[in-house]
């Protein structure tokens, strides 16, 4: 059954906004190292980092009709997160879409297939995390859902779960824990900031982790 | 038998320079979604958006001796396709014969193989779409031909045919299509513009392209 | 046995240096193409072209413990080079062990495996050559190697041995080689300048290498 | 946290042996076409055709420590599943393990990596499908979970979830869905017979399906 | 447009017989090393050897009604080659689709996307070639045609042509050079088997081809 | 320069017999997990399990003119190992190759590229592990060296090495590590006896190996 859900709840934008500035590989590691996607989604250009509420599509494959109909579930903040039902690298979004999330305040795309007008995006600041970039366009003919579970890239997405996104990927985390996620991401942050002064001054992590004795239980030999 | 044919056709040049405007999505669209060259081709540097009269390459692999011999077809504002007979990514082009290719008015390259000397090529602004990047040399032992039908990245191509590349990957257009197929790219493309103004404003594909009657009628419903 | 050479020859540096300046596919050339790492390493961002000498590191599978074990090893101009005993696409390697690098006056990493923290390493401007970009973390559980030969990316790496690695890749020359095989790159390079000026005079390939001869033996027709 | 979950509800075992007749290709429609992993799932040998009740494991890249936990929570007629936190190829499972599998009556494994001792496993006619065969041995260094819900190849399975596997590849069905898929499945089956008649005497699915009005609508020519 | 032709022409069908008793490999070479499809296609089972006429079908991705309109193109004899308008894993032919092409007398099928039921098409000993193997299954929305030209599997294939397959891969041969192939590719078999009677007896193909004066001149050492 | 060596070490054959034996995954381990080459090298056919001395080759890509030459070194018992200076999946041996090696003694490939004459081979019995199967002939024009160090697959193999290969893939022991590996490796099939009769009454690795309480220590909960 194809469906549309429409009233989902989203974490909280103060949180969301937090999570943007720790990055994938802190986020990662904060809520113990799962939510990742595969590592064969790329950004179409460097530099952004982002996160976002994400509102999810079930697409069938060479079918982008149900964007239309997920980008009128887009709120301000949101993200499409775009997964398939049989593998395509073919161009689901470009830069009319673009323009309409943006018309919307969504503010990107996570899609486990291709795009395109890549020039157009760039140029839009629109970001896209993609498995493929590729001209070739879709029809609009058969249903899928928006706003159910999806697995994106080997990762199970749920609508309204946040999306970490920048130039190490893609991750995802559970509404409900975005807020302690934050809080220990943020620790660990800060952790690393006192790590990397010591870094920087020539301490080696051997010292710093205090790994030198069990590197020798473990035996290491020095030759 | 190994043959190079000095004389072939080319479309108007007016023609391809209105191509090189609409971009490649445009084109693969408005000639009926064919002729679009497989995803993995990818261009060296971001930017560059061309359109160019095939002058053709069947090369074996890791030998690029064919690829001298192509040059001196080269007219001004001809693009180089090279397929291989067996797969190989060796870099089969570098900044040499780009600065041969550029004096004879020869301005990029697409090739189903490898391509080297990226860092200069760059500088030159010499554009080239490839299947990889590889630092490996080829030899120059045994012939191919230039300028007969050959397949690259999946698609057929003759010599004469119109390359349309950008960011967005590549597309050939028959000769004798050029002609009709851009002046269907120049109605999609004022189509487009119409419609991204309605996008701008916040209105949606779904009530511009009236499509929520067909969604309702398959079977959509919203929860 | 997990062990940690610590003495390693290297190459002269002054050599080295002039290594750099020649590039991955002319080296790869002048050595009688050989040496060169398969052509998935590609560097993170664009435009750095370096050379140094290889801390060579032996890890396991999502394990970086060694990479912490070899950075004690590193020297002024050093490029660690991590291999991997069974295939992984984690990230390694991030921004707070490039600061350790680059306290200890390494300049870049070579790894058959992946990488995160892209955005800081590329403002650090630390260049690494890597088969993937993943945020996915490793542990330190279990040992490895520091200074072994290692195969990396295909590629018989010696500790000592020069890495030379720019946009087109990465080529591993051996120590011993390492003054030899510059004096051959930079006669290929002075060669290519009067080559260059050829090409861009317009002269053939054809005619500059002297080729039709060979052609017309060999069979090749022209229509 | 690394967690075991004991007690996980099971479909009805009558249920599961009527699956495993049905096969995978009429499953994956029967329930509206979803649940099929991804295609690189391959079985080590041809033949068996099986539908089990999923004991799910989470393990870490390289480590099957796991999988000694999992067998003690496999009953007669269950299929490991096992899932990793990072990619890998390597052999997690071999003919000790199968042989404690049979043991304890458990009859399979689906595992999004690698396998190794296929002649034993072979010989000892214990089906596993597989992402690689591969003889590298793993570790028994970091935890997971068992009968979690996990997501293997691309597919969210839950513990209890049935699996059907054939030479066509593995597909889950939820469990509390089973009966109702089976229902379908058998529904579809018998029609398959009667259609296989009509095809068997030599008439076209151009008449069975009565397709050739609406291919004339669409505007398919004949020449 | 979708067009069906309906009148093609094929190779006499002795000539066809030869072909297939010739074998992927040594056709390959008499026709000088053209024609041969990737790599990645593969058997399902191992062992069938056969030379068919192509009855050709350019379908859309995950849409398998083309196949339908094909199968009543088939004479006896012909085989099925099918390529897709954008990449596609998806089973698009089964056990009752093989049904109907044997009671047409069609004999296998060439696809460059996936196939299902392998068990039931290995028992009918209905020979596939194919990029994957998927149970995931297609719909019947979109027009393709029947008996144009394609590329499948990067290999230009025309209505009328003959295809080889074995074990090796398969092979396509313009259907006017099929009696001129076969004249060659027997030539090349009774020289092989001349040869292979010198080889049981121990002869070194060093001196069987003559070539210990070549590699000497070319400069090979032995040490 | 290309060489070929003539005299070169081998095992002794009785260790060698013994280790075919053992199989890769046991030779694998006992070694300490290194030597194993890429689990893309697959055997043509399922069954063989062998052990042998190897003569390297090193050949450029789609040229098996050293494979003529390599031949004439090959002893009673010996396996040929071929890697290649540039990728490539051509087909470099075929039966009549497979003839003359047989005539010599020789008893398989292991060739880092591909292979063909499928059919033929199997009905030899001549097994062969590959990167691929391939139709595409090879040419005879550049030289390549034997009996030198070669990477293939990943990794380094010294002529004379024993290469272990059955279905799990391919393992390289040295030379002179062959004694001590086998002794190792028997060590282990001895003991994995003992283990598979425990595990065959039902007993669980879990008590076998005693991992509860290491379990319990890291933290592994049960629910």
Redesign the interface.
């Known amino acids: 059954?194809?469906?549309?859900?429409?009233n989902i709840e989203r974490a909280d934008q103060s949180v969301i906004d937090e999570l943007a500035k720790c990055?994938?590989?802190t986020v990662?590691?904060a809520q113990?190292?799962?939510g990742?996607l595969?590592?064969y989604m790329?950004p179409i250009?460097?530099?952004p980092?982002i996160a976002a509420s994400a509102v999810t599509i079930l697409a069938?494959?060479?079918d982008n009709?149900m964007?239309?109909?997920a980008?009128?579930q887009v709120q301000a903040g949101d993200i499409l997160v775009l997964a398939v039902?049989?593998?395509?690298?073919?161009?689901y979004f470009?830069?009319?879409?673009a323009?309409?999330m943006q018309?919307?305040g969504g503010i990107g795309l996570i899609i486990d297939a291709?795009v395109?007008?890549?020039?157009d995006l760039?140029k839009m600041n629109f970001p896209v995390w993609s498995k493929?970039?590729?001209?070739?366009?879709t029809?609009?003919?058969?249903?899928g859902s928006v706003n159910v579970?999806v697995?994106c890239a080997?990762?199970?997405v749920n609508p309204g779960d946040v999306m970490i996104a920048?130039?190490?990927?893609v991750?995802v985390v559970r509404r409900k824990d975005a807020q302690e996620v934050l809080a220990k991401a943020q620790t660990r942050l800060a952790n690393?900031e006192e790590?990397?002064v010591r870094?920087?001054?020539?301490?080696?992590?051997?010292d710093i982790?205090d790994?030198r004795g069990r590197?020798a239980e473990?035996?290491?030999?020095?030759?």
Do not use: N
Not at 85 to 91: E, L, V
Not at 94 to 97: M, R
Not at 139 to 143: A, D, G, I, S
């Open positions: 059954m194809s469906i549309v859900v429409q990055g994938v590989a990662h590691e113990g190292r799962k990742l595969a590592s790329r250009f460097s530099g980092s069938p494959p060479c009709w964007v239309h109909v980008i009128e039902t049989s593998p395509s690298d073919a161009g470009g830069d009319l879409l323009t309409s018309a919307r291709g395109r007008d890549i020039a760039t493929a970039i590729c001209a070739q366009g029809v609009k003919e058969t249903l579970p697995v080997g990762e199970l920048d130039d190490d990927g991750c690393e790590k990397r870094f920087e001054k020539g301490e080696l992590g051997l982790y790994m590197l473990k035996g290491l030999k020095y030759d």
